[in-house]
């Protein structure tokens, strides 16, 4: 069944890039998704590099808009794909599933795929979003990416990109075209239940220091709630701090 309009690509540099064009010139559809077999120059979260290999990732965008939808920030998007993709991959049975705040995918504790969401904004109203997403399937090594993983290697299955595309489409079809935007409790709840390193003391890096604390959850404005080691209880942006794998970091 097709969710999507399909556009699929030899090769682009970006699929983001693509989408963003196709709006800025007025061409681009509610629903649009752009899918490549190879992505020369993928972006992720600061600015980082996202690097896949040839027919060994999933990198695909889609484009949504919200013209009668109010969306009250923009973090509602990144909650609601981070929960979609995190129910599509259990359902392929991809083993100890977790989300790195604020919108990595993990699975062993390690790196399988992250979401890059670039918005639009009209009079201060966010009107469009561009939802890029990525996801390492067949990779067996990863150069000076120690934190990286494939679904490969979680679960010894060659995987092919339609077929995980297929499925990682009705869910997000579902989550992003069926959901209730005002009410989004229910899901910042399975976020959070699914939230990596969730009440366990855990390395960040911030402008002035690195140092320990314990994330307790996200809010529905999308700040991490961590406790201190003085047991203060703050509440951090992603501009503010960064989650770190290392946890021998001090």
């Given amino acids: ?30 629903g649009d998704l752009v899918w490549t077999i190879n992505q020369t120059s993928g972006r992720g979260q600061r600015q980082n590099k996202w ?27 990144s909650l609601i794909v981070s929960v979609g993709i995190h129910k599509a991959l259990k359902e392929l049975r991809i083993p100890n599933l977790n989300i ?8 062993e504790n390690k790196k399988i795929g992250g979401i890059l969401i670039e918005n639009f904004f009209t009079k201060g109203k966010l009107t469009a979003s561009v939802i890029g997403v990525g996801l390492n399937l067949n990779q067996l090594s990863f150069q000076n990416i120690p934190n990286a993983t494939s679904l490969r ?22 989550f992003l075209f069926q959901t209730n935007f005002q009410n989004l409790d229910n899901i910042l709840i399975q976020y959070n239940d699914k939230l990596w390193k969730k009440n366990k003391r855990v390395a960040f890096e911030s402008n002035s220091s690195n140092f320990m604390a314990i994330p ?11 406790e201190t080691d ?8 992603t501009n503010q701090i960064r989650m770190l794998y290392n946890p021998n970091l001090l």
């Avoid at 399909?6 to 010139?25: G, H, M, Q, R, V």
């Avoid at 790195?100 to 699975?107: G, Q, R, T």
């Avoid at 203060?232 to 942006?237: A, S």
């Fill in 230 to 237: 003085e047991k203060q209880i703050l509440e951090k942006d």
């Fill in 216 to 226: 307790k959850g996200v809010s529905i404005e999308g700040k991490l709630i961590i």
């Fill in 1 to 30: 069944m097709t969710y999507f309009n399909l556009i699929k690509l030899n090769a682009t540099s970006s699929t983001n890039d693509y989408l963003k064009n196709k709006y800025k010139k007025g061409n681009v559809s509610d």
């Fill in 153 to 174: 290697k979680v679960t010894g299955i060659i995987w092919d990109q339609q077929k995980l595309l297929d499925v990682l489409m009705q869910y997000l079809h579902r």
């Fill in 100 to 107: 790195k705040w604020p919108n990595d995918i993990l699975s």
């Fill in 51 to 77: 690097y896949s290999d040839f027919k060994d990732s999933l990198t695909f965008s889609i484009f949504r808009q919200f013209k009668d939808i109010e969306i009250s920030n923009p973090f509602l998007i």
